[in-house]
Antibody
């Protein structure tokens, strides 16, 4: 069974940093592109970043470019999102999702909530 | 960047009727390999999203055949036939042809 479990969310002050993790199981992690997608409370879905299988290609949304870094550890089957210089508008539930046919495919995890507030 | 525009943003539908959601992109979504990477997602109240359709018209596993996607180039439509109560939620299109990927604003489907 494919499972993705996000962790690392919490309350952080503007300008602060946070590192999200996504532990995966049930599939050949190293062969899949992986995405981070976020959703602010009561708002729509926003694509954040994607990483290819060996970590050599990592496009980002304009809103997070230069502040967020997506990475992966294929030995640990784990995806990461390092978030620096956090802003109030980064407040959201963050989902990690694997890719199939160039798009996030099920299952999605439960997400992890990041709250940026003073 | 590619902008995805959905309409309507709110869609009241009678049970058993057909719902149609439009999604337009600001640029052609035809990729250099000839494929068009347009996805559709459903998010039921209180749940994580679920992909329904990939590459314009291909259903993901477990998606009923009364849900279909059509379209080409910049103009796409999600069609839900014989609407059921379980279809209530927000529907999003998403382009995966150009970086950065982008979702539409979402269309909220409700039962009239």
């Amino acid at each position: 069974e494919v499972q993705l479990v996000e962790s690392g969310g919490g309350l952080v002050q503007p300008g602060g940093s946070l590192r999200l993790s996504c532990a995966t199981s049930g599939f050949a992690f190293s062969t899949y592109w992986m995405h981070w997608v976020r959703q602010a409370p009561g708002k729509g879905l926003v694509w954040v970043a994607r990483i290819n299988g060996d970590g050599s290609n990592t496009p980002y949304a304009d809103s997070v470019k230069g502040r967020f870094t997506i990475s992966r550890d294929n030995a640990k089957n784990t995806l990461y999102l390092q978030m620096n210089s956090l802003r109030v508008e980064d407040t959201a539930v963050y989902y990690c999702v694997r890719d199939q046919y160039r798009g996030p495919v099920d299952p999605w995890g439960q997400g992890t909530l990041v709250t940026v507030s003073s | 960047d590619v902008v995805m525009t959905q309409s309507p943003l709110s869609l009241p539908v009678t049970l058993g009727q057909t719902a149609s959601i439009s999604c337009r992109s600001s640029q052609s979504l035809v990729y250099s390999d000839g494929s068009t990477y347009l996805n559709w997602f459903q998010q039921r109240p209180g749940q994580s999203p679920r992909r329904l359709i990939y590459k314009v018209s291909n259903r993901d596993s477990g998606v009923p055949d009364r849900i279909s996607g059509i379209g080409s180039d910049t103009d796409f439509t999600l069609i839900i036939s014989r609407v059921e109560a379980e279809d209530v939620g927000v529907y999003y299109c998403m382009q995966a042809t150009h970086w950065p990927y982008a979702f539409g604003q979402g269309t909220k489907l409700e039962i009239k």
